[in-house]
């Protein structure tokens, strides 16, 4: 699962999460959401982190972002990134 805070003072239409990958750092939104969420809430959206770094995208994926109704992109921080991966990695290990 993802929690997406708005942290601005104005509500926001969170239109899609998606990853930045490539050696030309490709955008590519993955799952619509198409969530209003007013400042200072949050919602928790159900996308297994499994799924987040499947073939082709895994092995280069270097960002995590949001898109918003404002057409700003947020992103997750580095760091944070890269321990979802690995939990992204153990999810995949378990079902196998």
Known sequence: ??????V??????VQAVG?????????T????L?????????VIERIPIEDL????FKP???RLFVLDSTGKGW???????AQLMLEAAAAKTEQS
């Open 19 to 27: 990853i930045e990958s490539g050696p030309e750092s490709k955008s």
């Open 60 to 62: 280069d994926t270097k």
């Open 75 to 81: 992103y997750l921080a580095h760091d944070q990134l």
């Open 1 to 6: 699962m993802i929690s997406i805070t708005n």
């Open 34 to 42: 198409n969530r209003r969420i007013e400042p200072k809430d949050s």
């Open 29 to 32: 939104p993955l799952w619509p």
């Open 8 to 13: 601005g003072r104005e509500a926001v239409v």
């Open 53 to 56: 770094f499947v073939y082709p």
